[in-house]
């Protein structure tokens, strides 16, 4: 673990701070500008669907400036991005608001490599910790997300908009931090060969469960994350309960990144993997069984370790499926199918939380956990068999 790690868990943090703090307001903010009622989290969508159509553009970037340089891109696109989304508030414009999003959606696309990054910041032997470790950094969003959204919630004569100007500094932080990051070189065949057709390794057993475990899990996690502000403000809740159910459930996403890449080395990735898609169950069943803040607590912080467990192991998962050489378009065509299905779990979030609400909203998230744990059993059958082979 060496102080490349440590910056880039920073900038990991300052990056969840963002999102955190978009998770928070968008959602809100939407639902006080939007013609409908239903299209009140399209701001949460356009950011996931801005990351989502990135991509491509991100591997390029990475494969031509290569780390330090895509990441820097990343973060003037944040800054520029958050002041667009303030005048957007300002001047009451909500379409100007989803494009705004969508812009910053190119700063999500970068900055979910930081964990891949981690992963060649370390010796091979402590990869799955570095990845955890970088995963932990996102403690700092978990508090300073919340509290930036409501501390700045007034700030302004328009709600919120101050909190976007805050996201603009925050960006220029982690620019300033990222400069001191050194990044190892590409590996030399990298320059010379692009590796193995993307489809090929997309076909891969190892490469299908990683990707649909991340995509799913990170799209159920979304699904209910986003709606939360809106169904407690719809049961009568403050924005204080929201503020602080979000700090909890980011800090249930990110602190146990701190043992996790233990636990994977101890016991193995599958297993873990299996630990967090339990507790994502553990989630709808609380969230079921009422709309109090302490069951809101208590749901969205079990989501939280139980995404940290499914996304931390399908990211040390996907590590085996690629060779150095191919890493550009594998991570790429990672993030892709985890934004593709955040933007759905985005758009459907606001329909179903406000036309068929809170209880129907968990109880449909219980068919992605499913596919998701049918996945885990097909590839840890699939390795016995090759094993018992």
């Not at 978990?142 to 004569?157: D, E, F, H, W």
């Not at 609400?357 to 049918?374: E, M, V």
Request: charged share 5%; net charge positive.
């Amino acid at each position: 673990m060496n102080r490349n790690l440590w910056l880039l868990a920073v900038c990991q943090g300052l990056f969840l701070t963002n999102n955190v703090t978009f998770i928070a307001i968008n959602g809100l903010v939407g639902l006080n500008l939007a013609p409908l009622g239903w299209m009140a989290t399209l701001p949460v969508m356009g950011y996931v669907v801005g990351g989502a159509l990135s991509t491509g553009i991100v591997a390029r970037t990475q494969k031509r400036f290569g780390r330090k340089t895509s990441f820097q891109l990343g973060l003037v696109v944040a800054v520029l991005s958050a002041l667009l989304c303030c005048y957007a508030a300002y001047s009451r414009n909500f379409w100007l608001l989803v494009a705004a999003t969508v812009v910053a959606g190119y700063y999500n696309a970068n900055a979910q490599l930081y964990r891949f990054a981690a992963a060649e910041l370390a010796l091979p032997a402590f990869r799955e910790k570095a990845v955890s470790l970088v995963m932990a950094g996102g403690l700092i969003g978990a508090i300073a997300g919340p509290n930036l959204a409501a501390g700045t919630r007034s700030l302004t004569a328009v709600p919120f908009a101050g909190a976007y100007l805050a996201l603009a500094g925050v960006a220029l932080l982690a620019m300033g931090l990222l400069a001191f990051v050194q990044f190892p070189p590409p590996p030399a065949q990298h320059a010379a060969s692009g590796g193995r057709p993307l489809g090929e390794i997309m076909r891969q057993p190892v490469f299908i469960v990683a990707a649909a475990a991340g995509a799913l899990g990170f799209g159920v996690m979304n699904l209910l994350m986003a709606a939360t502000p809106i169904a407690m403000q719809v049961c009568g809740l403050p924005f204080s309960d929201a503020a602080l159910v979000l700090e909890w459930h980011v800090i249930g996403m990110f602190a146990p990144g701190f043992f996790t890449g233990h636990l994977i080395k101890r016991f193995g990735t599958l297993p873990i993997m299996a630990v967090g898609l339990a507790l994502n169950m553990a989630c709808v069943l609380v969230a079921l069984s009422g709309v109090n803040l302490h069951q809101f607590l208590i749901a969205l912080f079990l989501l939280g370790v139980g995404w940290n467990f499914l996304f931390t192991g399908s990211t040390t998962l996907a590590l085996t499926a690629y060779r150095p050489e191919e890493k550009d378009k594998a991570q790429g065509a990672l993030n892709f199918c985890v934004f593709a299905v955040l933007a759905l779990s985005s758009l459907a979030s606001g329909v179903l939380v406000t036309t068929q609400g809170w209880t129907l909203l968990n109880l449909g998230s219980l068919l992605p956990l499913g596919l998701t744990g049918a996945a885990l059993a097909w590839l840890a059958l699939r390795n016995r068999a090759l094993r018992s082979a």
